[in-house]
């Protein structure tokens, strides 16, 4: 299904992926409505520590683990993504450190997905992974699309609001939005935790351990919990304590730090790949289930969506994607 030009489009969510989605399909010449309940930043993207890091991920995520490659083709997207939305991207790369054995099982798990990795005074190193600052680029995309003439409604996109529209991109993360597409119910929330320091690493790279990460800012960010079936946010610091811990044997100042809880609630396929194109339901789109790549894949899933949308070619990488692939199955 091809959209006309000037069509009334509806994007269902605000946070990485449905912001970079607007972008695109405004830029595209379609007209544009972002329906979102939720203050701007007050979801799973803006609590993000704004990880593009398909390292990290195809080497600490094991359903990550075989799409190194696409990850990533989604990340060096982003240079000229970020250029003209004044986005900074944060290049300082990955440190992982641990005990010897710890370190050299990570080091087998570099080589069998085939990343590059230093050692470095006990540490393994990469400079493949970037990062960037989540509410502020959340900002950036929005005052990008106001500008555009997108328009943001703060309610949820409902299925009356249908006849409204010619199609609807659904990009609402663990949201099922009952009724509009069978496709969502391959879906699995994911409830993640994720701590901010008063104090910590302020620059330098993204310092991984054996239970949790370390990324530097101003206030740094220590996560993240992966509680698989969960969609509420109920702050649990009894599943943040090994977060706590695991960060302070990386960086011992962190102990004298005060630390605040943020939770998002994520959602991800069997597969670790989300569901972008049309479903089942006519004039339906799906943009989500992106696991903990959100960011990282915001601009390939914006230029999927666009390209169904304007008729164009999607690409080699839309098969990956592919909405419909497991009630095919």
Known sequence: ME???????????????????????????????????RPLGDNASGVAAGMLAPVAEAVFDPASTSHLDLLRRARDLWPAF????????????????GDAAWLEAVATRFEAVGAPVRRQGGALTS???????????????????????????ARAFEVGDLAAF?????????????????????????????????????????????GAYVCPGRNPAIG????VGRNDLTIDPVATEGLRRAAIRLRPELA???????????????????LVGWSATPGVMLAVGARRNGWLLAPLVAALVAAYLTGNDPGPDAAHFDARRFSKA
């Open 224 to 227: 993240a919990t992966m509680e």
């Open 166 to 210: 010619e199609a609807v991109v659904l990009a609402t993360g663990a949201a099922r939005l009952p009724g509009l597409a069978p496709e969502l119910a391959a879906l699995t929330p994911i409830k993640g935790q994720i701590l901010r320091a008063d104090r910590g690493p302020a620059t330098g790279p993204v310092i991984r351990g054996e």
């Open 127 to 153: 400079d493949e992974d970037w990062r960037l600052e989540a509410r502020p680029s959340l900002a950036a995309m929005h005052d990008a699309a106001l500008a555009l003439g997108v328009r943001f409604e």
């Open 82 to 97: 970020a250029a003209p939305l004044g986005i900074t991207l944060l290049r300082s790369g990955l440190r992982v450190e």
């Open 256 to 274: 004298e730090a005060t630390m605040t809880t943020q939770v998002g609630v994520r959602a991800t396929t069997v597969d670790g790949l989300p």
């Open 3 to 37: 959209t006309r030009l000037g069509a009334r489009v509806a994007v269902a969510g605000a946070g990485a992926i449905g912001s970079a989605v607007a972008l695109a399909l405004a830029r595209a010449g379609r007209d544009v409505t972002v329906f979102d309940p």
